[in-house]
T-cell receptor, first 114, second 115 residues
Framework: AQKVTQAQTEISVVEKEDVTLDCVYETRDTTYYLFWYKQPPSGELVFLIRRNSFDEQNEISGRYSWNFQKSTSSFNFTITASQVVDSAVYFCAPRGAGSYQLTFGKGTKLSVIP | KAGVTQTPRYLIKTRGQQVTLSCSPISGHRSVSWYQQTPGQGLQFLFEYFSETQRNKGNFPGRFSGRQFSNSRSEMNVSTLELGDSALYLC??????????????FGQGTRLTVV
């Protein structure tokens, strides 16, 4: 079983600012995957990034980057040079290796102000 | 490639009725999961199907059921609807991989309102 804490309920930033969304997870699985999803007002969950528990290399993909720290069970997500279209609710979700079941946090609502 | 398709998009039902929601996964995806999203409880896992078999079930009453067909399309059914069943129901499909290292792709959801 997994548990997720997204301590930031709502964040507001001005366009072009960088913003980091925090995620702390709990899992008993030794192998697991971590995901970030975005949910715009339309309702559909859009996949953003995936990370394996055995690969702590942090990467950058366009304006997105992530910081995975297994020792502190954190998987933070950063948007660089935010845009108004980034306004959405962002969810962190771990998943054990033996299942396709995602456990979602409460989400962080990001508002990017022009 | 078409995405995950959920029908209908919106539904209004009366308490006590039953409802069936449909989900067509991305072609080739054999795993289908269902989630319920409400303002109070957030996103909660309902169940997951793989090759017509239910592999996992969340903590929901027996009024919630589902099935998967041989073409991987899935339906979920809620009987004896309650006001608290009003929610956005999201379906997700995942490709199969030996390591399980794949992401889920979500449909746009079915917004169910129980009156």
């Amino acid at each position: 079983a997994q548990k997720v804490t997204q301590a930031q309920t709502e964040i507001s930033v001005v366009e072009k600012e960088d913003v980091t969304l925090d995620c702390v997870y709990e899992t008993r699985d030794t192998t697991y995957y971590l995901f970030w999803y975005k949910q715009p007002p339309s309702g559909e969950l859009v996949f953003l990034i995936r990370r394996n528990s055995f690969d702590e290399q942090n990467e950058i993909s366009g304006r997105y980057s992530w910081n995975f720290q297994k020792s502190t069970s954190s998987f933070n997500f950063t948007i660089t040079a935010s845009q108004v279209v980034d306004s959405a609710v962002y969810f962190c979700a771990p998943r054990g290796a033996g299942s396709y079941q995602l456990t979602f946090g409460k989400g962080t609502k990001l508002s990017v102000i022009p | 490639k078409a995405g995950v398709t959920q029908t209908p998009r919106y539904l209004i039902k009366t308490r006590g009725q039953q409802v069936t929601l449909s989900c067509s996964p991305i072609s080739g995806h054999r795993s289908v999961s269902w989630y319920q999203q409400t303002p109070g409880q957030g996103l909660q896992f309902l169940f997951e199907y793989f090759s017509e078999t239910q592999r996992n079930k969340g903590n929901f009453p027996g009024r919630f059921s589902g099935r998967q067909f041989s073409n991987s399309r899935s339906e979920m059914n809620v009987s004896t609807l309650e006001l608290g069943d009003s929610a956005l129901y999201l379906c997700a499909s995942s490709p199969t991989s030996r390591t399980g290292n794949t992401e889920a792709f979500f449909g746009q959801g079915t917004r169910l309102t129980v009156v």
